[in-house]
């Protein structure tokens, strides 16, 4: 008598493994993201090689399993925002580029930052765009208070004093003027003061 093995169900040969480790995560930044050789981070872990790799192929697979399936739109989307957040980075590469250019005066800073201008134009979008974004998102003004979840407070500015242009008090900002006195009571009566002159006898 043959008997016939019951089919797998489709939810079992989709079921992810279980997570790795944080030592796992990090295994795999360092090799694939930081680029260390596998001798490096077997030496760092206290592990073969051969274990480095299998790490690195588990998290990869696992990662693979996890990652949710996004329409075209939101693909588009996420790369519109990595080409903005690159062209940012390049920008802030340029302006301190440009700063070690002109402290040190050494040429191999205004080479990268020609390399570096040349990869934002590549990009074809502008590079303030995010900073743009943020800016109208956020009123100004106005600065959190209290825990979160609480109201935001707005704090007006008053303008700035004028500085002025006196010679006799020199650059700087015209002081304030302090208030006339109160005029001192009159001795006599409201009826003894006349108000014309009297004229000669």
């Known amino acids: 008598m ?8 489709d939810c079992l040969l989709t079921t992810p ?38 790490i690195i ?27 903005h957040l690159a062209a940012a980075q390049l ?9 070690y250019w002109d402290g040190s005066g050494d040429p191999k800073y205004q080479r990268q930052q020609t390399r570096a201008i040349v990869a934002l134009a590549r990009l074809g979008v502008s ?13 100004q003004n106005v600065v959190p208070s209290g825990p979160e979840g609480h109201e935001a407070e707005t704090i007006f500015h008053s303008p700035a004093p004028q500085p002025t242009n006196t ?13 006339s006195p109160p005029l001192s009571p009159s001795p006599f009566p409201p009826s003894s003061i006349s108000p014309h002159p009297s004229s000669p006898p």
């Open 167 to 179: 010679a006799s008090r020199g650059a700087g900002f015209q002081p304030a003027e302090s208030p």
């Open 2 to 9: 043959t008997t016939t093995a019951s089919p797998t169900p």
């Open 91 to 99: 920008q802030h590469q340029i302006e301190t580029l440009q700063n």
């Open 127 to 139: 590079s303030h765009h995010l900073d743009s974004l943020a800016t109208k998102a956020v009123p």
């Open 17 to 54: 493994s279980l997570p790795p480790s944080s030592r796992d995560f990090e295994i795999h930044r360092l090799a694939l993201v930081e680029f260390l050789s596998t001798r490096r981070i077997a030496e760092q872990f206290k592990i073969s090689q051969t274990r480095v790799r299998q």
């Open 57 to 83: 192929g588990h998290v990869a697979e696992w990662m693979t399993e996890m990652l949710p399936l996004k329409a075209e739109q939101d693909i588009e989307k996420e790369k519109r925002y990595a080409i």
